[in-house]
């Protein structure tokens, strides 16, 4: 058995829009039974909130359990900003139709990050947490959380293998990692039916030549988008570079700052010196 790589869109939205693989990752992941009516891929909602045009590549709702369950898989832009305005908008979009401010269908939004994360923008700090639970809940001044929401936001990122990670958290994760790193033998828990039901519809086997052509002009896009975003970082760092060197610092501290080699801040500088 060799599997299809879960870090391309194609194969990621073809095994996790069954239905048995749906309910039981949700199962597993958020630990509540879920029977959705259907299961949407590229869900937007008209008229769109505020001034972002936003996308849920898996989107279903149980209307008996009030419960609306996002999927968002990313392999790049490990941006968390974005995700929260996913998963707030999911629970805003609610007000259209309410006549007060109860909000009365609880929200799950799972983020599945399939490259490693970056240094926080914010923090100039490095995560790395193969699972993290973000909810919605105060706590009061003893430190204790009362459960006011029921709304959370996941994030799931296998390239951090943790010894404390909950197998119902871990037979996801390695699905996810071993179709990556280790397609033509991985090593994932098959008695889990959810994994294994996965792994039989992203089985090469079971790949249509119709679903080989989309997944490679999918792997496509996303190196052209990976590029034009190396390019605008890049931009970017030239841009603080300069800036650095109107200060008092030495090319040196300027390299450690931005990654460019002391000789490229000499060229800049150089540059700088003739305008």
Same mark, same amino acid.
């Given at each position: 058995? !060799?599997?299809?790589?879960?870090?391309?869109?194609?194969?990621?939205?073809?095994?996790?829009?069954?239905?048995?693989?749906?309910?039981?990752?949700?199962?597993?992941?958020?630990?509540?039974?879920?029977?959705?009516?259907?299961?949407?891929?590229?869900?937007?909602?008209?008229?769109?909130?505020?001034?972002?045009?936003?996308?849920?590549?898996?989107?279903?709702?149980?209307?008996?359990?009030?419960?609306?369950?996002?999927?968002?898989?990313?392999?790049?832009?490990?941006?968390?900003?974005?995700?929260?305005?996913?998963?707030?908008?999911?629970?805003?979009?609610?007000?259209?139709?309410?006549?007060?401010?109860?909000?009365?269908?609880?929200?799950?939004?799972?983020?599945?990050?399939?490259?490693?994360?970056?240094?926080?923008?914010?923090?100039?700090?490095?995560?790395?947490?193969?699972?993290?639970?973000?909810?919605? =809940?105060?706590?009061?001044?003893?430190?204790?959380?009362?459960?006011?929401?029921?709304?959370?936001?996941?994030?799931?990122?296998?390239?951090?293998?943790?010894?404390?990670?909950?197998?119902?958290?871990?037979?996801?994760?390695?699905?996810?990692?071993?179709?990556?790193?280790?397609?033509?033998?991985?090593?994932? =828990?098959?008695?889990?039916?959810?994994?294994?039901?996965?792994?039989? !519809?992203?089985?090469?086997?079971?790949?249509?030549?119709?679903?080989?052509?989309?997944?490679?002009?999918?792997?496509?896009?996303?190196?052209?988008?990976?590029?034009?975003?190396?390019?605008?970082?890049? @931009?970017?760092?030239? @841009?603080?570079?300069?800036?650095?060197?109107?200060?008092?610092?030495?090319?040196?501290?300027?390299?450690?700052?931005?990654?460019?080699?002391?000789?490229?801040?000499?060229?800049?500088?150089?540059?700088?010196?003739?305008?």
């Amino acid at each position: 058995m !060799i599997l299809a790589r879960l870090d391309n869109e194609v194969f990621f939205k073809k095994a996790f829009t069954d239905r048995i693989v749906f309910k039981a990752f949700v199962r597993d992941i958020v630990g509540i039974e879920v029977d959705p009516v259907k299961i949407e891929t590229e869900k937007g909602f008209q008229p769109k909130l505020g001034n972002i045009a936003f996308k849920y590549d898996i989107f279903a709702e149980d209307t008996q359990k009030r419960v609306i369950i996002e999927i968002q898989k990313v392999e790049y832009d490990h941006n968390f900003d974005r995700f929260l305005h996913y998963h707030l908008q999911a629970i805003t979009e609610q007000q259209r139709s309410a006549e007060d401010y109860s909000v009365e269908k609880t929200v799950y939004t799972i983020v599945v990050m399939t490259a490693p994360y970056k240094i926080n923008a914010k923090t100039k700090e490095l995560y790395k947490d193969e699972v993290l639970v973000s909810n919605l =809940n105060p706590k009061n001044l003893k430190g204790l959380e009362r459960k006011i929401f029921n709304h959370e936001l996941i994030y799931l990122n296998p390239n951090y293998k943790g010894t404390d990670t909950p197998q119902n958290y871990r037979d996801w994760l390695d699905l996810i990692y071993e179709s990556i790193h280790n397609a033509e033998n991985p090593q994932i =828990n098959i008695d889990n039916e959810g994994v294994r039901r996965a792994t039989e !519809i992203v089985s090469y086997e079971n790949i249509s030549p119709e679903e080989w052509e989309q997944a490679k002009i999918e792997a496509s896009k996303r190196k052209v988008i990976r590029l034009e975003r190396e390019e605008e970082r890049y @931009e970017a760092k030239i @841009e603080i570079a300069k800036n650095l060197l109107k200060s008092s610092l030495s090319n040196q501290e300027i390299a450690n700052y931005t990654g460019f080699t002391v000789e490229q801040i000499e060229e800049l500088r150089n540059d700088h010196r003739k305008e």
